[in-house]
Nanobody, 117 residues
């Protein structure tokens, strides 16, 4: 079973920073693209950042220049460094692995990020 556990969320002021972490089994990092997703109330889950096994990152336009995705295969971890946070970034953040046709892991509880004054 592909199991992923997210952590690092919290409440921050606009302009603040958080680093999210995703722990997964070792094997999936060598097979799948890893991605960070978020879902705000009343909205669909969206992909905000992804990273290939070779370390090539991709970002949605809404977070480009502010978020940085990285991975540490030795530690079986994927990170999302979030800087210059805005209220629009408020959402539950999830990580997952992507295959050719979609995600391959089960959706977990995610980690809540709230950006508010």
């Amino acid at each position: 079973q592909v199991q992923l556990v997210e952590s690092g969320g919290g409440l921050v002021q606009p302009g603040g920073s958080l680093r999210l972490s995703c722990a997964a089994s070792r094997i999936i990092f060598s097979i799948y693209i890893m991605g960070w997703y978020r879902q705000a109330p009343g909205k669909q889950r969206e992909l905000v950042a992804a990273i290939t096994g070779g370390g090539s990152p991709m970002y949605s336009d809404s977070v480009k220049g502010r978020f940085t995705i990285s991975r540490d295969n030795a530690k079986n971890m994927v990170y999302l460094q979030m800087n210059s946070l805005k209220s629009e970034d408020t959402a539950v953040y999830y990580c997952n692995a992507r295959g050719g046709t979609g995600v391959v892991g089960t959706w977990g509880q995610g980690t809540q990020v709230t950006v508010s004054s």
